[in-house]
């Protein structure tokens, strides 16, 4: 079997404010997560968890958890921002929260977790990305706020949200952006 590196070699994220928040169908939904997690994991003990946001609950968590503490961190907010951050989710069509979920071991490091989670979030994004979607890993603001840590099941001191993966529907193709020169940062020993 051979892969095709293309792909990879011109996959391109689309920022989630460029995207249409048109449904996704389930099939690729549940493609995606499959994708998501085969993922590098020592010991097996899929130190993650992936939470899926659709429909309502996009604009309830928006409502609920985003806006208010936004609020509260930044009380002279302007209108422009305020409106900004009651629809941070729903310019998606699915949002895939990934959730770093270490375990106590006494061989495997918690690092090793904290990265098998980060591949998640590739794998993630890498698969809806093949399936012709927009899609973006963010972590913003709120991916280190306790609140929205807490909302999605996750243990305070412990636990983190590696990123938010928003998927949808281009609006237009991405631009190419500056990417690093190989020469400056590969070499061979």
């Given at each position: ?70 609020k509260k961190e930044n009380p002279d907010a302007n209108e422009i921002s305020l409106d900004i951050e009651s629809k941070r989710l729903q310019r998606a069509s699915v949002v895939f929260a990934v959730l770093s979920t270490p375990v106590d071991h006494p061989k495997i490091p918690k690092w090793e977790m ?76």
């Open positions: 079997m051979s892969v095709d590196s293309r792909f990879f070699a011109k996959r391109r994220s689309v920022l989630a404010k460029k995207m249409s928040s048109l449904e996704i169908p389930s099939n690729h939904i549940k493609e995606i997560l499959n994708a998501g997690i085969r993922v590098p994991d020592h010991g097996a003990l899929t130190p993650w968890k992936i939470k899926v946001i659709v429909g309502e609950k996009l604009k309830k968590i928006d409502e609920e958890i985003i806006l208010p503490e936004f904290r990265l098998s989670s980060g591949a998640v979030c590739m794998n993630i994004l890498s698969c809806a990305q093949s399936l012709g979607y927009a899609a973006q890993w963010l972590t913003e603001w709120y991916a280190y706020n306790y609140k929205m840590l807490e909302y999605l099941g996750g243990k305070k001191n412990l636990d983190r949200i590696s990123g938010f993966i928003y998927v949808g529907h281009k609006k237009e193709e991405p631009k190419e952006r500056k990417r690093p020169e190989p020469a400056d940062i590969i070499s061979y020993i």
